[in-house]
């Protein structure tokens, strides 16, 4: 299994990025998906999962109405695109599969996922 997340980079305040996610080696359309985050000195957190087919959609109550987790299935890719970035979204964006296939069972909880990708650092200036 591998996941390749790219997008990140460095943008000021209220700017945008589009995270994407490339899976590959297992059957992506089977697994829900997550994106976490962790912040320097801080514990890895939910952001936001999606289920299987993309008919639910997950959010962190601090990123709720400024981030858009989406999938392509045909192209095994997971997106999260970042909307009216705040200094304090800085951090390491790592996508996940679900340890489950056709679960979702306590998506917000990292222990839930098993296999990871290798991050994309976001950094937010103000």
């Known amino acids: 299994v591998q996941l390749q997340a790219s997008g990140g980079g460095l943008v000021q305040a209220g700017g945008s990025l589009r995270l994407s996610c490339t899976a590959s080696g297992f059957t992506f359309s089977s697994y829900a998906m997550g994106w976490f985050r962790q912040a320097p000195g801080k514990e890895r957190e939910f952001v936001a999962a999606?289920?299987?087919?993309?008919?639910?959609?997950y959010y962190a109550d601090s990123v709720k109405g400024r981030f858009t987790i989406s999938r392509d299935n045909a192209k095994n890719t997971l997106f999260l695109q970042m909307n009216s970035l705040k200094p304090e979204d800085t951090a390491v964006y790592s996508c996940?599969?679900?340890?489950?296939?056709?679960?979702?069972?306590?998506?917000?909880?990292?222990?839930?996922?098993?296999?990871w990708g290798q991050g994309t650092l976001v950094t937010v200036s103000s």
């Open positions: 996940a599969v679900h340890s489950l296939p056709y679960s979702t069972l306590f998506y917000a909880n990292a222990p839930q996922y098993h296999w």
């Open positions: 999606m289920t299987w087919v993309g008919g639910n959609t």
